[in-house]
């Protein structure tokens, strides 16, 4: 099992500019989460997915947009790149809500 | 979710134990105290869990306080690859699915 790939590793943006981070996990979990992490903090949840067709907001959604069209993939959409949106997104998958996160390796994204 | 408290950092030397402290003085009765690790530029990884007993497993083990306020994260031997920021993180049962992480603690493991 690849377990959950992430792409692209880093991309660089310009203000206004559009972008999508992909997330793909092969472990048929059903949970998928978007996390961000800001130099030096820990990571807080921008969306989460609990099925196929189903989201929800976490604490910082917005500037964000996602869809679940399948089980594997969960694509996070920023639709006018900030400079707060500079940061590390992680994207993770498990199996039920409260069971064990697993993480990806993360697309670092700096908006100038 | 209830909050829990960490050093900031720690430093260990090599092949020697570590025992790094979380409190959370405000945990419920259903609280989980749950374990994540992040080492450099990669995505934070599952350590280990518990509830009310402790708990060992391949990576580490996890001491619980008989009053749950607090806990401690061991590591027997502590080598260069463990190196990392490490989350003490407590999670409600029937509660919210998100994880949410605090600063953690940096350790530093020496030579």
């Known amino acids: 099992n690849a377990g959950v790939t992430q792409t692209p590793k880093f991309r660089i943006l310009k203000i206004g500019q559009s972008m999508t981070l992909q997330c793909t996990q092969d472990m048929n979990h059903n949970y998928m989460y978007w996390y961000r992490q800001d130099p030096g903090m820990g990571l807080k949840l921008i969306y989460y997915?609990?099925?196929?067709?189903?989201?929800d907001k976490g604490e910082v959604p917005n500037g964000y947009n996602v869809s679940r069209s399948t089980t594997e993939d969960f694509p996070l959409r920023l639709e006018l790149a900030a400079p707060s949106q500079t940061s590390v997104y992680f994207c993770?998958?498990?199996?039920?809500?409260?069971?064990?996160?697993?993480f990806g390796p993360g697309t670092r994204l700096l908006v100038l | 979710d209830a909050k829990t408290t960490q050093p900031n950092s720690m430093e260990s030397n090599e092949e020697e134990p570590v025992h790094l402290p979380c409190n959370h003085s405000?945990?419920?009765?259903?609280?989980?105290i749950h374990w994540y690790r992040q080492l450099p530029s990669q995505g934070p990884e599952y350590v280990i869990h518990g509830l009310t007993s402790n708990v060992n497993n391949r990576m580490a083990s996890l001491a619980i306080a008989e009053d749950r306020k607090s806990s401690t994260l061991i590591l027997h031997r502590a080598t260069l690859r463990d190196a990392a920021v490490y989350y003490c993180?407590?999670?409600?049962?029937?509660?919210?699915?998100?994880?949410?992480f605090g600063k953690g603690t940096k350790l530093t493991v020496n030579p």
């Open positions: 993180i407590l999670r409600a049962l029937g509660g919210s699915e998100k994880l949410v």
């Open positions: 997915s609990v099925g196929a067709g189903i989201t």
């Open positions: 993770a998958s498990s199996v039920q809500g409260r069971e064990t996160q697993y």
């Open positions: 405000t945990i419920s009765g259903t609280d989980y």
